[in-house]
């Protein structure tokens, strides 16, 4: 079984930066995916950014400005989020796909003011 929480969210102004942290419970591998997602208010859950054996994606209305990492040792993936806007105001999921399953965080609000 894995266990996610997040933390880091918050409010700020467009421009400014956030980093999100997610702590993992449970056997990951470093081939098993980790991900950030988001949702906003009213539309689907969407991909950010996800690593996997160091190899990173991105959506294309992040790249440039959000950096997703990981610390195997610790069990963490952090999402460092630069020059915000406000269209990244969403609940910031934390995602683990392993062998199939795909496991969630509860979430964490991130608002960003113009």
């Known amino acids: 079984q894995v266990q996610l929480v997040e933390s880091g969210g918050g409010l700020v102004q467009a421009g400014g930066s956030l980093r999100l942290s997610c702590a993992a419970s449970?056997?990951?591998?470093?081939?098993?995916?980790m991900g950030w997602y988001r949702q906003a208010p009213g539309k689907q859950r969407d991909l950010v950014a996800t690593i996997s054996g160091g190899v990173t994606t991105y959506a294309d209305s992040v790249k440039g400005r959000f950096t997703i990492s990981r610390d195997k040792a610790k069990n963490m993936v952090y999402l460092e989020m630069n020059s915000l806007k406000p269209e990244d105001t969403a609940v910031y999921y934390c995602?683990?796909?392993?062998?199939?399953?795909?496991?969630w965080g509860q979430g964490t609000q991130v608002t960003v003011s113009s």
């Open positions: 995602n683990v796909e392993r062998w199939g399953t795909n496991y």
């Open positions: 449970g056997s990951i591998f470093s081939t098993n995916t």
